[in-house]
């Protein structure tokens, strides 16, 4: 299954491993478990440290296996083969087992060793979900670190009658103990705070008693990282609030338009960032949601969803985006039970089933040319009169025979029988007149909304909800300036992004200079 460059560089790493690895396999006679039983044996043929044991059935989930060190409490189990996005979890599970230290920050480590309880978790991936590995590889550590805590990874593809019986319609999805603990993308910090529930309360206290800042930025994305970076380089002191470190890129599967790099992925990039701006001498606050902006004439005050607040001499705004809701009745109620927003991660679990796609841009016919090669059907509602998609994909779209295109089509209700999504109604905005479509899954394409609901009030506000700015990023408030996808800015693209992140710090320095000449002249002249 592995090629000879990945076993060259998988072997490299393996020789970080410093105590035995134990695989345990329950196989069976499947075509699956054939797999599995290929890629154990090729892994274990790689290091002298790892010893493979294969058993036939005797776990609730075959094919899987688990990962164990001797004379370690350790509880980690891959129920399904972890090829594509979650190679890298496993990689990173056997140097973990085998006693390779993580990178996690050591703060984290042992608020994860402290945990106290019993703690089951169980998470459904997908081999195409972009989101899922990090919610994997951040339990998988929990596992390691704590005897407390156990983590089963399953391919919800491969044990579809599991998913079917708890209708898991959305990945990543976990359980913990039994129970639907969480759904959608998740870093190790986010969910030990969940567990942790003083966590909060100490962190929102050492974030009040920290120093103000030269410049502040609020927001985690590309306009926030090349902000976050241009400001530190001019030696000035910077800080960074984000909701979470990476923001819309996080979500984005294919990106081949970042000049210089011909293809990468959207996490993989959102690493990329987030480790250029740890290069710099920048105190960065993940997991942290800005909550009002109050302005003052020596210091922006920023306060943040925990009570904690931020000052700061200039503050830039790069709050992002977020996917656009249809807002019609049943589709909060539905959502993660039918209603979806990622092809990618969540269409491997709707096999065989119909859907629906709303939207008729670049990423609504994208998603409808993606889920046509897995599903039974599916149905795209567009909006307009006709299609906005580029034409290479609408002839794509056309040519394919599970797939019908209804335009004029306004999407008015959800339906569902209370546990999941049974179909939806949209009206025709030529005959005016109602259908109703039967299907299983409702994926949701329609564009991005700024996240600028906090704002309004303070901040000039476009009436499409984004920040006004100027050619040089400044706001209607003096000291806070402001860019990327929030912004009046057009075309929300992650290259144009870094650049208006970088010109809003530029700008801001700019300020900071001018506005503290006057106050050193003064002293000057006093002494």
Same mark, same amino acid.
């Given at each position: 299954?592995l090629?000879?460059?990945?076993?060259?560089q998988?072997?490299?790493?393996l020789?970080?491993?410093?105590r035995p690895?134990?695989?345990v396999?329950?196989?069976?006679a499947?075509?699956?478990s054939g797999?599995?039983?290929?890629l154990l044996?090729e892994?274990a043929?790689?290091?002298?440290?790892?010893?493979?044991?294969?058993?036939?059935?005797?776990?609730?989930?075959t094919?899987s296996?688990?990962?164990t060190?001797p004379g370690?409490d350790?509880?980690?189990r891959?129920?399904?083969?972890?090829?594509?996005?979650e190679?890298?979890?496993l990689?990173?599970a056997l140097?973990?087992?085998?006693?390779?230290p993580?990178?996690?920050?050591?703060d984290?480590?042992?608020q994860?060793?402290?945990?106290d309880?019993?703690?089951r978790?169980?998470?459904?991936f997908?081999?195409s979900?972009q989101?899922?590995?990090?919610v994997?590889?951040?339990?998988n550590?929990?596992?390691v670190?704590n005897p407390n805590?156990?983590?089963?990874?399953?391919d919800?593809a491969?044990?579809q009658?599991?998913?079917?019986a708890r209708?898991?319609?959305?990945?990543?999805?976990?359980?913990?103990n039994g129970?639907?603990?969480?759904?959608?993308r998740m870093?190790?910090?986010?969910?030990?705070?969940?567990l942790?529930?003083?966590?909060a309360a100490?962190?929102?206290a050492?974030?009040q008693?920290?120093?103000?800042?030269?410049v502040? =930025?609020v &927001?985690g994305g590309?306009? *926030?990282a090349? #902000?976050a970076i241009?400001? $530190?380089?001019k030696?000035?002191?910077?800080?960074v609030?984000?909701e979470?470190f990476g923001?819309?890129v996080l979500?984005?599967m294919?990106?081949e338009?970042?000049i210089?790099?011909?293809?990468t992925e959207?996490?993989k990039?959102?690493?990329?960032?987030e480790q250029h701006?740890r290069?710099y001498?920048?105190d960065?606050?993940?997991?942290?949601?800005?909550?009002?902006?109050?302005p003052?004439?020596?210091h922006?005050?920023?306060?943040?969803a925990?009570?904690a607040s931020?000052?700061a001499r200039?503050?830039?705004l790069?709050?992002?985006?977020?996917w656009?809701q249809?807002?019609?009745?049943?589709?909060?109620e539905?959502?993660?039970?039918?209603?979806?927003?990622?092809?990618?991660?969540?269409?491997?679990?709707?096999?065989?089933?119909r859907?629906? =796609?709303? &939207?008729g841009?670049?990423? *609504?016919?994208? #998603?409808a040319?993606?889920? $046509?090669?897995?599903?039974s059907?599916v149905t795209?509602?567009?909006?307009?009169s006709q299609l906005?998609?580029?034409?290479?994909?609408?002839?794509?779209?056309?040519s394919?025979?599970?797939?019908?295109?209804?335009?004029?089509a306004?999407?008015?209700e959800?339906?569902?029988d209370?546990?999941k999504v049974t179909?939806l109604?949209?009206?025709d905005?030529v005959g005016?007149?109602d259908?109703r479509l039967?299907?299983e899954?409702?994926?949701v394409?329609i564009?991005?909304?700024?996240?600028?609901e906090w704002l309004?009030?303070?901040v000039?506000l476009s009436?499409r909800g984004?920040?006004?700015?100027?050619a040089h990023?400044?706001t209607?408030?003096p000291?806070?300036f402001?860019a990327?996808d929030?912004?009046?800015v057009?075309?929300?693209?992650i290259?144009i992004?870094? &650049?208006e992140?970088?010109?809003a710090a530029l700008?801001a320095?700019?300020h900071?200079?001018?506005s503290?000449?006057?106050?050193?002249?003064d002293?000057?002249?006093?002494?």
């Amino acid at each position: 299954m592995l090629d000879a460059n990945l076993k060259t560089q998988l072997k490299a790493y393996l020789e970080k491993v410093v105590r035995p690895i134990h695989i345990v396999a329950n196989l069976d006679a499947s075509p699956k478990s054939g797999e599995m039983q290929e890629l154990l044996r090729e892994l274990a043929q790689l290091s002298d440290k790892i010893a493979l044991e294969e058993q036939q059935g005797g776990n609730e989930r075959t094919p899987s296996f688990a990962l164990t060190s001797p004379g370690q409490d350790i509880h980690l189990r891959f129920a399904g083969i972890p090829m594509g996005h979650e190679f890298t979890s496993l990689v990173l599970a056997l140097l973990q087992v085998g006693g390779h230290p993580s990178k996690a920050a050591q703060d984290v480590i042992e608020q994860i060793k402290g945990l106290d309880g019993d703690y089951r978790f169980e998470t459904y991936f997908s081999l195409s979900c972009q989101n899922c590995p990090d919610v994997v590889q951040a339990l998988n550590l929990m596992s390691v670190l704590n005897p407390n805590v156990r983590h089963v990874a399953i391919d919800g593809a491969l044990f579809q009658p599991e998913v079917d019986a708890r209708q898991v319609m959305s990945v990543p999805t976990v359980y913990l103990n039994g129970e639907v603990f969480g759904a959608g993308r998740m870093g190790v910090e986010e969910i030990v705070a969940k567990l942790d529930t003083n966590s909060a309360a100490r962190e929102a206290a050492k974030i009040q008693a920290k120093a103000p800042y030269d410049v502040l =930025v609020v &927001g985690g994305g590309p306009a *926030g990282a090349a #902000a976050a970076i241009y400001a $530190a380089r001019k030696g000035i002191r910077t800080g960074v609030a984000a909701e979470r470190f990476g923001g819309q890129v996080l979500d984005t599967m294919a990106i081949e338009n970042f000049i210089s790099v011909q293809e990468t992925e959207g996490p993989k990039l959102a690493a990329a960032l987030e480790q250029h701006v740890r290069s710099y001498d920048v105190d960065i606050m993940n997991l942290q949601r800005a909550e009002k902006l109050i302005p003052g004439q020596q210091h922006v005050e920023v306060q943040l969803a925990n009570g904690a607040s931020l000052k700061a001499r200039t503050v830039i705004l790069s709050t992002g985006a977020r996917w656009r809701q249809m807002n019609v009745p049943g589709e909060n109620e539905y959502r993660n039970k039918g209603v979806a927003y990622c092809p990618h991660c969540d269409g491997p679990l709707f096999k065989g089933k119909r859907v629906a =796609v709303i &939207g008729g841009g670049n990423s *609504g016919v994208e #998603a409808a040319i993606d889920l $046509a090669g897995i599903v039974s059907h599916v149905t795209l509602l567009e909006f307009d009169s006709q299609l906005r998609a580029d034409a290479v994909l609408q002839r794509k779209l056309h040519s394919l025979p599970n797939v019908r295109v209804i335009t004029s089509a306004q999407t008015t209700e959800v339906l569902g029988d209370g546990q999941k999504v049974t179909g939806l109604v949209y009206k025709d905005r030529v005959g005016h007149d109602d259908h109703r479509l039967e299907l299983e899954g409702i994926f949701v394409q329609i564009g991005l909304l700024p996240n600028t609901e906090w704002l309004k009030g303070t901040v000039a506000l476009s009436p499409r909800g984004e920040i006004e700015v100027d050619a040089h990023g400044r706001t209607s408030v003096p000291a806070v300036f402001a860019a990327g996808d929030a912004t009046t800015v057009p075309y929300k693209q992650i290259v144009i992004a870094m &650049g208006e992140g970088s010109k809003a710090a530029l700008s801001a320095f700019d300020h900071l200079i001018r506005s503290s000449a006057p106050a050193e002249a003064d002293a000057a002249v006093a002494a």
